[in-house]
């Protein structure tokens, strides 16, 4: 017989802790506040289900600095039934395929309250939440036993949720201890290790949420072309972000599907925008690209004419914030309109050229670019295609992680925050629709939009764009992913901006034929500048599903110019550890399946530091050459196969003659043997 639940028996001890130490807590069906209650209603419930999210019991706790903790609490009655943990050691509440594993969510106390928590971080305005969960059972002598896991959930760790401690009641909630419980919670600190973890873990999700989102509108939500589905997801990001303390987030009961002319749901979406830019301090004349650009979506008649009495726009609002929510209330530093618009345009049928010329960088190589253009906190870094501003933030993401790495001061490390966001990052995109990307990206990312600006870059006088409009943007290293179709396959954009530098590195990634011949006019003055470092091919799949040509990665020292006896790092990277797929359907199209991590920083220090740090490559796909200053189309070299024969060639042919000669001639006699013999 099945062992019977203690269910009721946990759930009395622990509510008996609660009224011990009186503290005002609210059980399963009661209501703890109304923006806590509608956002457990409106996440998905443990079975998959929209609402039903009832936590056995919460209460809200506040501290010394009046900061409130939401605190949820799931009892279970079964023995080992408190914790799923993944293989990371992370709570698994998502299964391989990137969906909500209900199983463990349901069956086991931590994951359901950490559930709930998620609940809490993608509706309402609370971003640190503790989640409890207590089981046990009877042993032999009919004792109760019980166990106790006490986890931090926050945006600061993506929503997974951290360990605090081990608790054998719940005397850490009494106002007495509470304090000392929040200090030891703000000293839990994810190691770099572990962030990069937890970002790859939620980008995967990114992604199959916005696959389904984008399948969704698609397939359901007739009359909206490509670019009005990029613009209502950045329009309702933007609206339901909020700035804390004077523009708050839009809610989706704040759409009533009116058709009073101002108050229709896309004027409701416009003001709320409006405030939000103004509340940021946008240049006056970025406000109104903005608005001008998401107003012609947003306030077409069809979009908010009611049906059922409901609008199109409400319905996909809606969609977008249960969908999205959580990633961006989370603060999560990716490439996320990037990622949109991949996903978007990946239903469109572009012709090759125009294919190549909207493909974003994924995200890993834009990092992998960024550190071969030696970024660190003190950089001031620019792109001159910047797309939806990924290089830019896989550049600001490297940035950050170095200023804390190296600031210990908190003051100092807020300071240097706000100047790497507002003066070391510059942008510039000439397509507008693809420029509203990038400014939702860099605002999404707290704001390092100031300087990405809707220019021509072959006509950028290479001023900041904002603020210090009249001072030089000092650029210390450069990115790019071009459009292959501009002039020399983009590099007269390289050209351009690496002679605009006086000191630094630089790292794009290009077309082959950019190397071969096609733009040799261009790397020619580029040599007389810069210096070519290193020269990295890529693999040939590497933007599968959007886009089929092979790519080099080229590297410069910038203000030094290229001498012929200088030594250039050529590197075969076709084998780069990933497996890529291009099934519409799949949770994943990228899977590591060959050390990828390893091989992307040993690239890294291949190009640094040379030969020494060959490791899991081989000197067949590293090799050291030269190339001359006045050809411009020698730049795809590849290690040279050396023709001249041996001696052990040699020797090894004549041996195998000669058993060939001397099995023929054995043969031979054991032929006539046998004619002899009949």
Known sequence: MANQSVEPLIAQLGNDWLKKYDLDYKLEQESLNSEIDKALDDYYSKSG?????????????????????????????????????????????????????????????????????????????????????????????????????????????????????????????????????????????????????????????IDASLTELNNDIYNNEKGLGENDRVYLVAASIIATLGVPGIVSSLEKSDLKSSTEEGNRDGDIIIRKIKAFLAAKNLPQAKRDLIVRTLENTLTTDNINKPENGESQLKRVFTKI???????????????????????????????????????????????????????????????????????????????????????????????????????????????????????????????????????????????????????????????????????????????????????????????????????????????????????????????????????????????????????VKFIEFSNDGYTRTNRKKSSTNLRDTDRAKERYQEIVDLVRFGKSKLNIFTEEEYYEGKIDVNNGADWNQSTPIDTKPKLDDFKKTVSDYLSWKVSNILDNENKENDCLGK
């Open 321 to 567: 914030v249960d969908d999205l929510g959580i990633y961006y209330k989370i603060g999560l530093t990716t490439d996320f309109t990037g990622k949109l618009f991949n996903e978007m345009y990946s239903w469109l049928g572009f012709t090759q050229d125009k294919l190549n010329d909207v493909v974003l960088t994924p995200s890993y190589v834009g990092t992998l670019l960024v550190k071969l253009a030696r970024v660190d906190r003190n950089s001031y870094v620019w792109d001159f295609a910047t797309g939806s501003a990924g290089l830019l933030v896989a550049a600001m993401n490297e940035m950050l992680i170095d200023a804390k790495e190296n600031i210990k001061s908190p003051d100092e490390l807020a300071i240097k925050t706000s100047e790497i966001k507002a003066k070391q990052l510059l942008g510039l995109e000439i397509l507008s629709n693809i420029y509203m990307l990038a400014i939702l990206n860099m605002i999404m990312m707290g704001d390092g939009s100031s300087n990405i600006l809707n220019e021509d870059s072959l006509k950028f006088n290479g001023n900041y764009g904002f603020g210090k409009t009249k001072e030089k943007f000092p650029a210390t290293a450069f990115v790019l992913n071009p459009p292959y179709s501009a002039q020399g396959n983009g590099m007269v954009f390289v050209e351009k901006a690496l002679s605009m530098m006086d000191k630094g590195y630089s790292a794009i990634i290009i077309q082959n034929s950019a190397g071969s011949g096609k733009a040799k006019d261009y790397n020619k003055k580029i040599l007389k500048h810069s210096s070519l470092l290193a020269s990295i091919k890529m693999p040939l799949d590497l933007f599968v599903g959007k886009s089929s040509v092979q790519t080099y990665i080229y590297v410069f020292r910038v203000g030094e110019a290229h001498q012929n006896d200088d030594i």
């Open 49 to 205: 289900g929209k609402g039903g999210n009832r936590p056995d019991a919460k209460l809200l706790l506040q501290d010394k600095n009046l900061n409130k903790y939401p605190i949820l609490i799931e009892y279970k009655g079964y023995k080992d039934k408190l914790v799923a943990l993944d293989d990371h050691g992370q709570v698994d509440n998502r299964t391989a395929k990137n969906e909500p594993n209900l199983k463990n969510i349901n069956s086991y106390a931590v994951n359901g309250a950490v559930h709930y928590a998620n609940a809490i971080l993608h509706y309402t305005s609370y971003t640190d939440i503790i989640s409890i969960g207590m089981t046990g059972y009877k042993n032999d002598e009919g004792k109760l036993e019980y166990s106790i896991g006490v986890y931090y959930v926050s945006k600061n760790n993506f929503g997974i949720g951290q360990k605090v401690d081990e608790y054998t009641d719940f005397s850490f909630l009494r106002k007495e201890n509470f304090d000392d419980f929040i200090d030891k919670v703000k000293k839990l600190l994810l190691t770099q290790k572990e962030i990069d973890e937890l970002r790859e873990k939620r980008e995967k999700e």
